[in-house]
């Protein structure tokens, strides 16, 4: 479920709390009835009126799609961006083999008769996201490109596209191939799709750094999925366009000439007692590498057999509320009320490290649900850290935030009624710090699973009473390079 079911679930948080008393609440608190005086500092005064998060959201859809400017030429673009057409051959055998030798033989002839493009590009698509679109939009690609330079993610992965068809043009240069040469070293990516989509995309390509094959494509996003929070962070648009078919000419144009920025991304390692995780998602992978932060003592004994998943996150994690709702929690509240009233008391730790600091320094957790965002974006669009006042952002000892600035912003979320107003963005959400690792250490009491969320993809967490589980969030030292849309 996507970030996007806030929509549908705000208000009725909202309505729930307001008849439920603060005292009936775990992790209630001075701050937690409704008293804006006493509410961390609001944003700018620019930012006091929100009807703008409708409105940014329509407009960033349009000027994110390209509706603007002049017509682009069909065949000037395939002059930027297509491959010469053995290089296309020898790419698609190589990967249909799964040998990156296999395309070799339509070498001949051909290295002194080509030239390489000057800014050479493959897409992936999803072609199940953006409804009934998605495979008139792959038609659309291949028609503008060419059908060897767009890869239908259900028919070939991004990690089959980097070992084999980067391979082949890898070895090929290794051959003296001057073309082939120029093609890897300028080529660019364009992923149509949601925010998983571009991360698995991201993740694959990664593996070229630590491989030592770079320089790593830089990446631009045709946003098909609902929340897009990525290509709204990198100026691409929050939705898929009206006019499309001459929209998507547009945004790939704009990716031959778009300015390459960097985007950190962050390391999830969850430890867990045999049996710990329920569903896990397509981002979390089991892992027999065990290499949590021995820096910190364990509030419970370690036990003998334990499991271990890790993924990587471009965007948020979260625990807690945010992602019992994400999960499809709202259907059970209707059956169990009672149930909207669990917190976080489960956590019994959690541990920041700042900025070129070795120390851990522990946080007290004052909230419902706990967020540790890297992007500007959550929620389909929204800003919960908000717009800060350099006086506040001094006074709180934190810096604006970037998405290349190595850390990430932890907010929390403290009532239904406090989340509704955040994501309306009448407020900000409660700001706990800025960090450049993240430590959770869970231990279930009367509460036998904890609710996690990462990049838009929830799952459910059992807990034990005697044995604590961990997450730790570090920074991956590679930033991936980012095509700037705007």
Known sequence: MKNNNWNNILFKFQTSSSVTSSSTLPFSDSDSSPNYDSMDSPPSAADSVRVAAARSSVIDSFRGC????????????????????????????????????????????????ESS????????????????????????????????QVF???VVKPHEFIQYGLGCLENLAAQGDQCAKEAREKMRVM?????????????????????????????????????????????WGGSFPFAWKSAVKRSLY????????RLDSWHVLISMPLGGIVDPPHSLKRTEEYALDQGLDVESQLPEKVIHYEG??????????????????????????????????????????????????QIQVPSRAVVALNL????????????????????????????????????????????????????SAKHIAQAAAIRLEIRGGEWKQAYMQMDGEPWKQRINNEYSTFVEIKRVPFQSPMINGE
């Open 152 to 154: 239908d993610l259900s």
């Open 312 to 361: 990587v996150l471009y965007n948020y994690f979260s625990i807690g509320m945010d992602a019992q709702v994400a999960y499809g929690f709202h259907h059970l509240r209707n059956e169990r009320p009672y149930l909207a009233q669990g917190g976080l008391r489960n956590i019994l730790k959690m541990h920041i490290r700042k900025v070129n600091c070795s120390e851990w320094e």
């Open 191 to 235: 992923v149509a799709g949601g925010d998983g989509t571009v991360g698995w995309v991201l993740g694959s390509l990664g593996e070229l750094h630590k491989q030592n094959r770079e320089p790593v494509p830089p990446v631009g996003i045709i946003p098909l999925g609902t929340g897009n929070d990525l290509s709204r962070s990198f100026g």
């Open 66 to 113: 390209g509706l603007t400017g002049v017509g682009i030429d069909k065949e000037e673009l395939k002059r930027i961006i297509l491959l010469p057409q053995y290089l296309r051959l020898a790419m698609r055998d190589s990967i249909n083999s799964k040998d990156p030798n296999a395309g070799n033989h339509h070498v001949e002839g051909a290295e002194n008769a």
């Open 376 to 427: 500007h974006n959550y929620g389909s669009g929204r800003h919960p850290w908000g717009n800060l006042k350099p006086e506040y952002l001094e006074k709180k000892g934190f810096v604006e935030p970037h998405v290349d600035d190595g850390l990430l912003e932890i907010f929390g979320l403290k009532q239904g009624w406090h989340a509704s107003f955040v994501m309306v963005e009448l407020i």
């Open 117 to 148: 493009p000057e800014c050479p590009m493959v897409v992936f698509i999803n072609s199940r996201s953006g409804g009934r679109h998605g495979p008139e939009l792959k038609d659309r690609l291949q028609e503008l490109i060419s059908r060897e």
């Open 254 to 261: 704009r990716a031959t000439k778009g300015p390459i920025c």
